[in-house]
């Protein structure tokens, strides 16, 4: 069983570049969610997808976009990447489960660390 | 706003010795209330919640968190820490009636043998 895996692991990118950064769960899991972390600042929430087709905001979107196809896979895109999106992003997926999703826990993949010159 | 205040960046505490991690959340209700634990170059793993009932929650390492409405607080303890216990704590609240997290900064715990 594989859990969240993230794709790549190291990324060096220019300004200006664009990238997807992959995530796969093989868990069936509805909620999935990506995260940046920075020195200081602990996790802040970017986007989430409650299911297939689905997806919204969280506390830092700007400058990110996602799409969520497939159950399995939840992609996050620089459009046009910026130095100030430099960090470690974690993707995280759990079960919806019934009620609130934070009955269930999240899942974590290893992260991706993203350097923009 | 809602936020996390971990007040504590860094923490070094002697093998053996007791720990006490603190956390303070600014919500207007009770949130859903996690630990996790960080690392070196690896995800978050949870350590513990709690959603409503008794107030102490037992987790996974020997951790045991306290949840104090009054302080609006949710401190992680444990006994006697291990070497192994080096690592990063995070501590976050889930937003009822949204599907958000929000974590607090982190408290980088340093052991010495």
């Known amino acids: 069983n594989a859990g969240v895996t993230q794709t790549p692991k190291f990324q060096v990118l220019k300004t200006g570049q664009s990238m997807t950064l992959q995530c796969a769960q093989d868990?069936?899991?509805?909620?999935m969610s990506w995260y940046r972390q920075d020195p200081g600042m602990g996790l802040r929430l970017i986007h989430y997808?409650?299911?297939?087709?689905?997806?919204d905001q969280g506390e830092v979107p700007n400058g990110y976009n996602v799409s969520r196809s497939t159950t399995e896979d939840f992609p996050l895109r620089l459009l046009s990447a910026a130095p100030s999106q430099t960090s470690v992003y974690f993707c995280?997926?759990?079960?919806?489960?019934?009620?609130?999703?934070?009955?269930?826990?999240?899942?974590f993949g290893d992260g991706t660390r993203l350097s923009i010159l | 706003a809602q936020s996390v205040t971990q007040p504590d960046i860094h923490i070094t505490v002697s093998e053996g010795a007791s720990l006490e991690l603190r956390c303070n959340y600014s919500?207007?209700?009770?949130?859903?209330l996690f630990w996790y634990v960080q690392s070196p170059g690896q995800g978050l793993q949870l350590l513990l919640k709690?959603?409503?009932?008794?107030?102490l929650v037992q987790g996974i390492k020997g951790f045991e968190a306290e949840f104090k409405r009054s302080q609006s607080s949710f401190n992680l303890r444990k006994p006697s820490v291990h070497w192994s216990d080096a690592a990063e704590y995070f501590c976050?609240?889930?937003?009822?009636?949204?599907?958000?997290?929000?974590f607090g900064t982190g408290t980088r715990l340093k052991v010495l043998a």
């Open positions: 976050a609240v889930g937003l009822p009636g949204t599907y958000k997290y929000i």
């Open positions: 995280a997926s759990s079960p919806r489960g019934q009620g609130d999703v934070f009955n269930q826990p999240q899942h």
């Open positions: 997808s409650v299911g297939a087709g689905i997806t």
């Open positions: 709690y959603f409503s009932g008794d107030t």
């Open positions: 919500y207007g209700a009770t949130p859903y």
């Open positions: 868990m069936n899991h509805e909620y």
